[in-house]
């Protein structure tokens, strides 16, 4: 049985800091597509590649874990709630990010960096598909935390679809969104805002009710919070740390350690090409 960590390690990051991270990728997008994302590196592709695959690795084993153990409640919902959170959440982060690095490369008019995140994406969206004939299983897990994790998952959905019509504005990425057309509406709609009186104000009002309806309801624990923030450095060390400055988001602690230093970036990044 996989064991879920009781202290996680000081580099960590959890679900709902993944999907804040999302939020952040998206509202920066058209800073990263223009000139930002020129920091974006093949050491940078290979360590979120490596740090992806082996979440992916521990996935698999603990679903294959859960499966085995299914049929009389023998598996304890401590870790099984944060486990798939964190695959839908990576999953969101994902799409997200695999957007942006398309906008540049279409840009630039190159495919390199696109074949990396695809092959990530293919990965996490499997995954998904694995959380959710867990969720289907009445054997593997109890029908309340399925109810809820399903609630959550449909609400995700619609948050991916949002935050990738930030992008949407400046590239044609909708193809990476839950539903495409949902997506583009929202382009529109953001746009029409962004034109309004106050509509420079539109990202600060998103970003918060995203901790409120989304953030709040997910599991403060991750079972690779190691991983996934090995993961968030391997993005934030693409951006200007100076960008941050007018996100409002610093008050999310993973954040504060990744910004605390451009270097620490690297070096986690050097770290994890290292360590594989």
């Known amino acids: 049985m996989v064991h879920f960590v009781e202290h996680l390690p000081a580099d960590d990051m959890h679900a709902q800091d993944l999907v804040e991270l999302a939020a952040i990728v998206a509202a920066h997008g058209g800073l990263l597509i223009g000139s930002g994302i020129a920091q974006l590196t093949d050491q940078h592709l290979q360590a979120y590649w490596l740090a992806s695959k082996c979440r992916l690795d521990r996935w698999g084993t603990a679903f294959k874990e859960l499966r085995e153990a299914g049929g009389g409640g023998h598996c304890s919902p401590r870790w099984v709630r944060p486990l798939i959170e964190e695959v839908f959440a990576s999953e969101t982060l994902a799409r997200v990010w695999t957007a942006a690095v398309t906008a540049f490369d279409q840009q630039r008019e190159s495919a390199d960096a696109v074949a990396v995140m695809s092959n990530v994406l293919n990965g996490l969206v499997e995954a998904r598909h694995r959380a959710l004939r867990i969720l289907a299983d009445s054997d593997a ?39 495409p057309d949902r997506c583009r509406d929202f382009a529109t709609d953001l746009r029409r805002q962004s034109a309004r009186p106050g509509g420079r104000h539109t990202w600060r009002l998103t970003f918060s009710s995203l901790r409120q309806t989304l953030c709040r309801e997910l599991s403060p624990q991750s079972p690779n919070g190691d991983l996934n923030f090995k993961v968030g450095a391997s993005i934030i060390s693409c951006f200007d740390i100076r960008d941050f400055e007018s996100v409002g988001a610093l008050r999310s602690v993973w954040l504060i350690r990744l910004l605390d230093t451009s270097a620490h970036c690297e070096t986690m990044v050097g770290q994890l090409l290292a360590d594989g």
């Open 141 to 179: 897990i109890h029908q309340d935390d399925a109810r809820r994790l399903t609630r959550v998952h449909r609400r995700m959905n619609r948050w991916v679809d949002l935050l990738m019509a930030y992008l949407q504005r400046y590239h044609e990425v909708s193809r990476y969104a839950i539903l």
